[in-house]
Nanobody, 114 residues
Framework: QVQLVESGGGLVQPGGSLRLSCAAS????????MGWYRQGPGKERELVAV??????SYADSVKGRFTVSRDNAKNMVYLQMNMLKPEDTAVYYC?????????WGKGTLVTVSA
């Protein structure tokens, strides 16, 4: 079993930065990839960033602004978000894949507004 708990969401000004953290509990063994999804108002859930085998991938909308990283020793995954835009407003969900099963945390709200 994998449990994921996000933190770091909140209200930020356009152009500002936030760093989201995700703490994983249970077994980290065989977790092949971790990352972040988000769901904005009236939108479908979309993949934001994922890291697999140390290699990150990003949605085109966040490429160059967001950075995903993973610390296996601490059982943590992070999302550093820079140059935030109002369209980044969403609930952000931590994601993990293990033994063919997808896991998500309960989400943390990020609101980008002046």
């Amino acid at each position: 079993q994998v449990q994921l708990v996000e933190s770091g969401g909140g209200l930020v000004q356009p152009g500002g930065s936030l760093r989201l953290s995700c703490a994983a509990s249970g077994s980290m063994y065989s977790i092949s990839r971790m990352g972040w999804y988000r769901q904005g108002p009236g939108k479908e859930r979309e993949l934001v960033a994922v890291i697999s085998g140390g290699n990150p991938s990003y949605a085109d909308s966040v490429k160059g602004r967001f950075t995903v990283s993973r610390d296996n020793a601490k059982n943590m995954v992070y999302l550093q978000m820079n140059m935030l835009k109002p369209e980044d407003t969403a609930v952000y969900y931590c994601y993990a894949y293990r033994y063919g099963i997808n896991y998500w945390g309960k989400g943390t709200l990020v609101t980008v507004s002046a």
